[in-house]
C-alpha cells in the first residue's frame, strides 16, 4: 500500500511499477480518501493492446491523519461535544444560542485539541528516537489548530468590547508563546554560579515580558540587576515606577474606556518626558525599555527579531500605542507589521489564517483552514459553533447553510475509512441541514455487517431517521448471511424484520423440507413465538399452525390436534409436498379409543387423500424405491380411514 500522508499541499508522488514503462496510469476512486491505480495494457505491433505481464494494483491513501491512533481521542470526544452542541440547538429551536454557551463549547473544542497535543508532546519525550512516524507532524498539527482556534474564540465567540479585546490577545500571547518564560529560566537557572544579571539572555528576558505586557515580572527581573538600588532613585528606580504606574484596562471591574484613556495618556506623556530628558541616556537597555512603553515605532522594528512574527509584535505594538482598540480595527495595523518581516509575499499558510481572523473575514479564515490544513477537523467545528449565531453580521445566511453541510460531509468522509468510527460518521452527516437523510441512506448502505450487535445499532439509526428502506435492506442482508450458514431460524427472524413475505415463504419451504427429511424442526423456539408475524405469508401461517398441531399433540389435547390438522388439509395451505406427511400424522389420531374424526371430517381426510393420488406430476418425480414407499402410505392410509370411517358410522 502505498500511503500519502499530507500536512503541506503535494503535488506529486511516485508510484514504482515496472510494468507502466513509458505509460500512465489508470486511476480509479474508490470512495473517501482512496484511489486504486494501475498500468495499463501496451499496444503490440499491430495497435492491440494485450497485457504482458502481471498487474499491479495500488491503493493510494491522501491526508491519513484522521486514521492515525493519536486521532481517535480528538474524533471521538469532540464528537461528543457536537453532539451535544446538536442537542442544546434542537432545544431552542430558530433562536440563536446564547454567547456564553458558544463559549462554553469551543473552549470544550480547544481543551481538547491542548491535551491531544499534551498526549503526544509526552509520547515524544518518553520515546525519543524510537516514536511512531508521524509523530511530530501531528504535534505540529495539533498546536496550530489550537493556535488557530483560540485567536477565532477571541475575535468571533467572544466578542469583547474596546479595551478587553487586546487585554485577550495579550493573554493569547503568553499561553502560545512562551519566549519569555524560556529566557527568564536560562537567566536565573545558573543563579547560584554566575548572576542573572551576566548572563547574555538578560537584556532580551526583560525585553520579552515587557513586550507581552507583563511589567510586574519585568520589575522583578531588573530588581536581579547589581545596578539596582532601592535607597536611591536613579534611572533603574524610574523605569520602575514608570512599569509599576501603568494604567491596566478593568472592564469587568466597571471602569469606563474614557477613563481608562485619561489615565494611560497621562502615563505615556510621563514615559516621553523622561525619555526626552534623558532619564535613562546612561543606560542604553533602559532606555529601549522606555521606547517600548511610548510605543516608539523604531524600537518594534529593532526587536522585531525578539518577538519573531508580525502577529506577536501587532499585538505589543498596538498595547502601548492603542491599548482601547475596536475589534475591527485590528487589521489596520497588521500592514505596518508584516512589513517588518519582509511584507506579503513572506506570509505563511498560517500567517495567512491569522490575518483573515484579525480581518474579522470568517469565511476566507475557513477557506484558509481548508486549503492548508491537512484535515477537516478545525473547519467543521468552527463553522458549525457559529453556524445560526447573531455574533457575526450576514453570516447567518444560505451560503453558510451550505457551507457548513459541504464542511460536514467531507470531515465525515475522510472518517468513513475507520471502520470503527461507523456512528460518528452517522452522526455528522445526520447534522446537515438539508439533505441529512439522503446523506445517510447513502453511507448506512456502505457500512459492513460485521456483527449482530452493530447491526443492531444500525437499525435503530434507520428507525430514528425513518430510513425504512435502509433498514429493511439491511435485514435482508443478514437473512441471506444467515441462510448461508444454514441458520435457518436466524434467517427467518431477519426477514420477518424486513417485511418480505416473498423471501418467508422461500425460508418456510426451506424449514418444511428440512421436517420432511428429518422429521423434525431444528428452530422449533424461533417457530413458537412468531406471533402475529405468521400472517406475513401463507407459508409461513402454515407453518405456524403445523408447529401448533405438534404442540397440542405432545401435550395430548388430541381433539384440538385433529381439527387443526384437518383444517390445514381442507384450507389447502399446506403444500402439496407434505399432504402425505399431514396424513400420515393423522394415523395415530385415528387408533385411538375415542373417535376423534367423525364422518364428515373421515370423508373430507379421504377425499384429500384421493386428491393426493391422482398428482400423477408429484408422483413422476419420485425414485422406483419412493414411488414403492409412497403407494404403500397410501395404501395403508386409505385402509385406516375407511375403518374409522366405519367406526364412526356405527358410533
Not at 516608539?296 to 527579531?305: A, P
Amino acid at each position: 500500500m502505498d500511503e500519502l500522508v499530507e500536512y503541506h499541499k503535494v503535488n506529486e508522488m511516485v508510484i514504482r511499477d515496472s510494468s507502466t514503462r513509458d505509460c500512465n496510469m489508470i486511476a480509479c476512486w474508490q470512495g473517501g480518501n482512496k484511489i486504486m491505480t494501475f498500468a495499463p495494457a501496451l499496444p503490440d505491433n499491430q495497435d492491440n493492446f494485450r497485457q504482458t505481464g502481471p498487474v499491479y494494483l495500488h491503493n493510494v491513501q491522501l491526508n491519513t491523519d484522521m486514521e492515525h491512533p493519536t486521532s481517535r481521542k480528538l474524533i471521538n470526544e469532540s464528537h461528543m461535544v457536537f453532539a451535544s452542541l446538536q442537542q442544546m440547538r434542537k432545544e431552542v429551536k430558530d433562536k440563536s444560542l446564547d454567547k456564553s454557551l458558544l463559549l462554553k463549547f469551543s473552549r470544550k473544542y480547544r481543551s481538547i485539541l491542548h491535551s491531544n497535543f499534551l498526549e503526544i508532546r509526552l509520547k515524544l519525550e518518553g520515546e525519543h528516537e524510537n516514536h511512531e512516524a508521524g509523530l511530530e507532524q501531528q504535534m505540529k498539527l495539533y498546536s496550530m489548530m489550537e493556535l488557530i482556534w483560540s485567536l477565532c474564540e477571541i475575535l468571533f465567540v467572544e466578542n469583547l468590547p474596546d479595551g478587553a479585546v487586546l487585554l485577550q490577545l495579550v493573554e493569547w500571547c503568553k499561553w502560545h508563546f512562551p519566549l519569555a518564560d524560556e529566557l527568564v529560566q536560562e537567566c536565573t537557572r545558573s543563579v547560584d554560579e554566575t548572576p542573572p544579571a551576566s548572563h547574555p539572555s538578560y537584556w532580551d528576558a526583560v525585553y520579552a515580558l515587557v513586550l507581552q505586557g507583563r511589567v510586574s515580572e519585568a520589575r522583578d527581573m531588573l530588581k536581579l540587576h547589581p545596578h539596582y538600588q532601592t535607597q536611591v532613585y536613579d534611572s533603574f528606580s524610574s523605569i520602575d515606577e514608570l512599569l509599576r504606574k501603568m494604567p491596566l484596562f478593568s472592564f469587568y471591574q466597571g471602569q469606563s474606556t474614557a477613563e481608562f484613556e485619561m489615565k494611560w495618556r497621562h502615563w505615556q506623556d510621563e514615559c516621553l518626558k523622561r525619555l526626552h530628558d534623558g532619564d535613562f541616556d546612561t543606560v542604553i537597555e533602559l532606555k529601549t525599555i522606555c521606547k517600548i512603553l511610548c510605543g516608539d515605532e523604531e524600537v518594534f522594528h529593532q526587536l522585531s527579531e525578539l518577538s519573531g512574527s508580525w502577529y506577536r509584535i501587532l499585538i505589543t505594538y498596538l498595547l502601548y500605542t492603542n491599548p482601547t482598540i475596536n475589534l475591527y480595527d485590528l487589521h489596520y495595523h497588521s500592514k505596518l507589521c508584516i512589513d517588518m518581516y519582509g511584507g506579503h509575499t513572506e506570509l505563511s499558510a498560517l500567517d495567512n489564517i491569522l490575518l483573515a481572523a484579525f480581518k474579522f473575514d470568517v469565511s476566507q479564515v475557513i477557506r484558509e483552514c481548508c486549503i492548508h490544513l491537512s484535515n477537516w477537523w478545525l473547519p467543521t467545528h468552527l463553522t458549525d459553533l457559529i453556524y445560526y449565531s447573531e455574533l457575526i453580521p450576514n453570516y447567518s445566511s444560505e451560503n453558510s447553510s451550505d457551507l457548513r453541510d459541504f464542511l460536514l460531509v467531507q470531515y465525515a468522509n475522510a472518517m468513513s475509512g475507520v471502520e470503527s468510527l461507523w456512528d460518528v460518521v452517522a452522526s455528522y452527516l445526520a447534522s446537515c441541514s438539508t439533505e441529512s437523510n439522503h446523506y445517510l441512506a447513502l453511507y448506512v448502505q456502505r457500512i459492513p455487517l460485521s456483527s449482530e450487535k452493530k447491526v443492531a445499532k444500525l437499525l435503530r439509526l434507520c428507525e430514528k431517521h425513518q430510513l425504512t428502506t435502509e433498514a429493511q435492506s439491511i435485514c435482508k442482508q443478514m437473512a441471506m448471511k444467515a441462510l448461508t450458514n444454514k441458520r435457518l431460524g436466524n434467517a427467518l427472524l431477519w426477514c420477518i424484520k424486513s417485511n418480505d413475505s416473498s423471501f418467508a415463504m422461500y425460508i418456510a419451504d426451506q424449514m418444511l423440507t428440512e421436517y420432511a427429511q428429518t422429521g423434525t424442526f431444528s428452530n422449533i423456539d424461533v417457530i413458537d413465538y412468531l406471533g402475529p408475524t405468521i400472517l406475513m405469508s401463507e407459508r409461513l401461517t402454515f407453518l405456524g399452525k403445523y408447529r401448533d398441531f405438534h404442540r397440542l399433540h405432545g401435550e395430548e389435547k388430541f381433539e384440538e390436534a385433529g381439527r387443526l390438522l384437518l383444517n390445514l388439509l381442507v384450507s389447502r395451505i399446506a403444500p402439496m409436498e407434505l399432504w402425505l406427511s399431514l396424513l400420515m400424522d393423522a394415523l395415530p389420531l385415528l387408533d385411538k379409543d375415542k373417535i376423534i374424526y367423525g364422518v364428515e371430517e373421515t370423508s373430507s381426510l379421504l377425499a384429500c387423500l384421493n386428491t393426493l393420488d391422482q398428482q400423477d406430476k408429484l408422483f413422476s418425480k419420485l425414485s422406483e424405491s419412493e414411488k414403492r414407499n409412497h403407494l404403500q402410505r397410501i395404501k395403508h392410509l386409505r385402509l385406516s380411514l375407511t375403518n374409522n370411517l366405519a367406526r364412526a358410522i356405527v358410533s
